[in-house]
């Protein structure tokens, strides 16, 4: 069956970085892009941007430009989302999905960024 | 990439029908036959309602029902149960190949 698992829940400090992993299994990991979510407290799902699995390539929302880097590695089935610059603003749940409508989904990484 | 106009809270009665709107542009719900619908309970992972405007995923009830016209694409939930209570998200492929969501329905059952 398909799954997507995340990594743990990160606490950081305003201006450092953070890199969430998304593995997948259960289907050809090259085969489906994986798009980033994000929620941050009383906010709606907003997206971040998404990745081929196949070639690497990526395209990112105009928000999160310069700031995102998407990566994957093919061997190990895993995606990963880097954000960085962090301020108290991406607090946020982060998670990964499946297909441009995501069929499935990860269980969510909640992020922390506190002085 | 301005968000997807959705009412903040639609609510009815067990058993009534109510219908969520999602409102774009041409260049987002006008242009491509790629919105989505999810059920999300904050927290937890979204759930996959409707796809390509009226497709069903396998697995979710047929009280569920996608339609389009134009730029505003509607999610219509019939029979409406005490467990449809969630936050529903529209979402919608868009130019340059990205990916828009609206803000959120928050749906109650009275």
């Known amino acids: 069956q398909v799954q997507l698992v995340q990594s743990g829940t990160e606490v950081k400090k305003p201006g450092a970085s953070v890199k969430v992993s998304c593995k997948a299994s259960g289907y050809i990991f090259t085969g489906q892009y994986i798009h980033w979510v994000r929620q941050a407290p009383g906010q709606g799902l907003e997206w971040m941007g998404w990745i081929n699995p196949n070639n690497g390539a990526t395209k990112y929302s105009q928000k999160f430009e310069g700031r995102v880097t998407m990566t994957r590695d093919t061997s190990i089935s895993t995606a990963y989302m880097e954000l960085s610059r962090l301020t108290s603003d991406d607090t946020a749940f982060y998670y990964c999905?499946?297909?441009?409508?995501?069929?499935?989904w990860g269980q969510g990484t909640l992020v922390t960024v506190s002085s | 990439q301005s968000a997807l106009t959705q009412p903040a809270s639609v609510s009815g009665s067990p058993g009534q029908s109510i219908t969520i709107s999602c409102t774009g542009t041409?260049?987002?719900?006008?242009?491509?036959?790629?919105v989505s619908w999810h059920q999300h309970h904050p927290g937890k992972a979204p759930k996959l309602m409707i796809y390509d405007v009226t497709n069903r995923p396998s697995g979710v009830s047929n009280r569920f029902s996608g339609s389009k016209s134009g730029n505003t694409a509607s999610l219509t939930i019939s029979g409406l149960q005490a467990e449809d209570e969630a936050e529903y998200y529209c979402?919608?492929?868009?130019?340059?190949?990205?990916?828009?969501f609206g803000g959120g329905t928050r749906v109650t059952v009275l």
């Open positions: 979402s919608s492929y868009a130019d340059s190949r990205t990916q828009v």
């Open positions: 041409s260049s987002d719900v006008g242009g491509y036959n790629s």
């Open positions: 999905a499946r297909k441009n409508y995501g069929d499935f």
